[in-house]
């Protein structure tokens, strides 16, 4: 009988326990979830400061969520270097994750830390090799840098998955031209003229080879 009365005394302790954690638990969601909706609406009408302190009444160190979300709202706030500490520790809870990587390409670029950008993006094509994105985003710091055979890789790539596309035909169109591969070029060119008629890019590159 004993015995029956300490199980029932602890089952009682253990309900009471799971009750408060759940409700605790349910109280911490909707703190933040609060949270959250204010930043968006602080962000809506630009007033990025006020976002930031909504998200960091709540911060917690371990939560993904928080840490890209102040990434990206200290990087609206111009506070660059403090959004690449929350795109890094959101990048180290979840290294897999290939947005945080994206998202501190924003205030790295903002730097004009062009390395630190690149090297984000190669990140991300060692988790997603054929990642639009990651590929023209390479190819155009590349070509920016006069690199037009490390560009052409790049752009080479991105017109293989999407051959229609005006963006990657016409960046791929002027890395063959800077590379004398002028017969590519031409083609490349008038295809641009095919996505956007009478495109000055296009007609400009189709000039200089006449």
């Known amino acids: 009988m004993e015995t ?8 009682l302790i253990s309900a009471l326990v799971i009750t408060i954690t759940g409700h605790s638990t ?31 009444k709540v911060y917690d160190e371990s939560s993904y ?15 660059f270097t403090e959004s690449i ?3 890094q520790k959101a990048i180290a809870l979840m290294p897999y994750a290939i947005e945080p990587k994206f998202g501190m390409t924003y205030p790295a670029a903002a730097l004009g830390n062009w390395d ?31 690199d037009f055979t490390t560009a052409y890789k790049y752009f080479e790539k991105v017109v293989n998955l999407y051959p229609f596309d ?17 017969r590519e070029a031409k083609v490349l060119f008038n295809k641009a003229l095919m996505l956007s008629p ?8 189709l000039g200089l080879i006449k």
């Open 65 to 79: 969520e928080i840490n890209l979300r102040l990434g990206w709202l200290t990087y609206e706030s111009g506070l």
């Open 166 to 182: 005006y963006d990657s035909v016409i960046m791929f169109a002027w890395t063959n031209f800077k590379l004398g591969k002028l």
């Open 85 to 87: 500490a929350f795109y």
């Open 26 to 56: 349910a109280q911490d969601y909707k703190a933040i979830q609060d949270a959250f909706a204010t930043s968006y609406t602080n962000e809506k009408a630009g007033e990025y400061a006020k976002g930031v302190e909504a998200l960091k």
């Open 198 to 205: 009478d495109d000055k890019s296009a007609t400009e590159g």
């Open 116 to 146: 630190q950008v690149s090297t984000q993006y190669n990140e991300v094509l060692k988790i997603d090799p054929n990642n639009t994105i990651a590929n023209y985003k390479l190819g155009y710091i590349y070509y920016g840098k006069e």
């Open 4 to 11: 029956l009365k300490k199980l029932k005394t602890v089952f």
